[in-house]
């Protein structure tokens, strides 16, 4: 509202809700502190779980930042940016979305601080982004190279990930199997763990009976027992669309002079059905796979061309098919040709007594099937989450050949070399470098309260050993801190320098705000009796 002689003139929408200056800035770091402040106890291997429960009531128990962020309906916008951190670190890196959402609010919470002693947000916006430079650059130069053939450190980069999940017993099998799936996909130099890995997920036994299988597993089994069960060679159609024999319907009306005459019109009607049959089979296809109902016609002419077929396969499975295979997913059987049908060297049910067939030897794609296996749903979901953070941080090695090491040895590696960059900057700039330097710190802080150690105690050992052992990190079993590199707890350089970009980018933006302009909701209608409204916030359940 503006001011023209004595009356007001309105330049905003009443409607709208308007904060400014130090109130909306406030408000803003506010709500990423909340964010933060969420994930931040869930850090490290000694991280607590989350239990979220949807609104159908499925639970969800992890310490995977991105998928607790991902579950809770967050509405402040600004926290809404601190969660798109922690995707952009889980779509780069794989791993280490906790780290980047927990520094983030870190140095937002140390901004804070100056602007209340008088540093304005452009000084602090210069410095950070001085600060952001001086810590990658630092990160380059303290990584250790690594070779695509060292399969002992790829091993050990799994395990760091499996270290503090719920399956870290089977850590030693678990990452055993990513580096096997890793070399296994990998394509010169590249691996693409999203289209080459596939998870399949088994109730029963336990995560140590996990398996990689080479090439694709699906529940499904020949609809006919005298249809083969071993295909060599396999020509493959992928069917998008029901087979069955459609009747005349009942409402037709047609006039027949005799009994033969209706007989002869049904076996004409059975002719016509066995022609689309024929026309899969016409094109070499040996193998059928449908993704929708398929009868018992359908079946007898299959079984009779020795031909495997299954139905009602499921959706994503059609899709890892025809990217393995090269089929096509055809909804037309008429517009079918020879060019459509995909390959594999051997398409297998291996038990006649088992719902579950093998696709393996492909062309061109590197298809692996994990078959995870635990005793509950809750265990088979948290392994396969595992294994995602897993692949990935070995995927980012295997392709960046750089790692440096954990423990929050690499954290003061560059807090220390900030402190001593900042005594050379002049102006206030020298101040924001330095709460930089703090906030690096508070993820060696967050790791050693999460391990119910002296948060100062710790800092202190690891400033003065990282002195004279530049590897030096907290052991979280002994609060000791020791040669990282010795006890193989190590990082991607990957994870660690997209945290750092991400929190500093997401704390710039939130920086430069100084006005915020918000609709207002509609009031609620008034809620009858019989519903029950639940109100749940930050502290209570998720």
Do not use: W
Not at 284 to 306: I, Q, R, W
Not at 319 to 331: C, D
Not at 452 to 477: C, M, P, Q, W, Y
């Amino acid at each position: 509202m503006a001011g023209y002689g004595n009356q007001p003139v309105i330049i905003v929408d009443p409607s709208k809700e308007r904060t400014t200056g130090k109130d909306a800035l406030s408000m803003n770091i506010a709500s990423a502190q909340a964010v933060a402040g969420i994930v931040k106890t869930t850090l490290g291997p000694k991280g607590m779980d989350k239990m979220m429960v949807n609104i159908m009531g499925d639970i969800t128990l992890t310490n995977d930042g991105a998928t607790i962020l991902e579950e809770m309906e967050i509405e402040h916008p600004t926290a809404r940016m601190i969660v798109e951190v922690a995707k952009t670190q889980e779509k780069v890196a794989g791993d280490g979305t906790t780290s980047a959402v927990v520094l983030a609010g870190a140095l937002l919470e140390k901004a804070q601080k100056l602007i209340e002693t008088g540093v304005h947000p452009t000084v602090l916006v210069k410095g950070y982004t001085m600060a952001t430079e001086k810590a990658l650059s630092v990160l380059d130069d303290y990584a250790i190279t690594v070779e695509k053939t060292d399969r002992e450190m790829l091993e050990k980069i799994a395990n760091t990930s499996i270290t503090g999940k719920a399956s870290e017993m089977a850590g030693d099998h678990l990452s055993g199997i990513c580096v096997d799936a890793i070399y296994a996909i990998e394509n010169d130099g590249q691996v693409d763990v999203d289209k080459d890995i596939v998870m399949e997920k088994e109730i029963g036994g336990t995560v140590h009976d996990t398996e990689l299988i080479n090439g694709i597993s699906i529940r499904k089994e020949a609809l006919h027992n005298e249809m083969p069960r071993r295909i060599e060679n396999a020509k493959i159609a992928l069917i998008d669309t029901e087979l069955v024999f459609a009747k005349t319907n009942t409402n037709s009306k047609l006039q027949v002079d005799s009994a033969e005459q209706l007989f002869d019109f049904k076996e004409q009607e059975k002719a016509n059905f066995r022609k689309t049959i024929q026309k899969i089979i016409d094109t070499g296809a040996n193998v059928v796979f449908c993704s929708k109902k398929m009868d018992d016609y359908a079946l007898h002419f299959f079984k009779e061309a020795n031909v495997y077929a299954t139905r009602r396969v499921k959706d994503e499975d059609m899709e890892v098919l025809s990217y393995s295979t090269g089929a096509a997913l055809v909804r037309n059987v008429n517009e079918l040709t020879a060019d459509d049908l995909g390959y594999a060297e051997l398409v297998e049910q291996e038990d006649e007594h088992e719902e579950k067939t093998y696709i393996k030897g492909f062309k061109e794609a590197r298809t692996m099937t994990i078959l995870i296996k635990g005793g509950s749903e809750h265990v088979t979901d948290s392994v396969e989450r595992v294994f995602d953070d897993a692949l990935h941080v070995v995927k980012s090695v295997y392709e960046d050949g750089k790692i440096v090491p954990g423990g929050g040895a690499s954290e003061i590696e560059v807090s220390m070399a900030l402190r001593k960059y900042a005594a050379s900057v002049e102006g206030r700039e020298q101040l924001s470098i330095i709460a930089f330097a703090d906030a690096i710190e508070e993820l060696p802080r967050a790791i050693a309260s999460n391990c119910g150690f002296d948060t100062i105690d710790t800092i202190i050992s690891l400033r003065a050993k990282h002195g004279t052992v530049k590897n030096a990190g907290l052991d979280v079993e002994s609060g000791d801190v020791v040669d990282m590199l010795d006890k193989g707890i190590v990082d991607p350089l990957r994870v660690k320098t997209q945290a750092i970009k991400s929190a500093a980018e997401a704390a710039l933006v939130v920086l430069r705000v100084d006005d915020m302009l918000r609709a207002r909701r509609q009031a609620m209608m008034d809620v009858k009796p019989e519903h029950n409204v639940h109100n749940y916030d930050a502290t209570g359940m998720l």
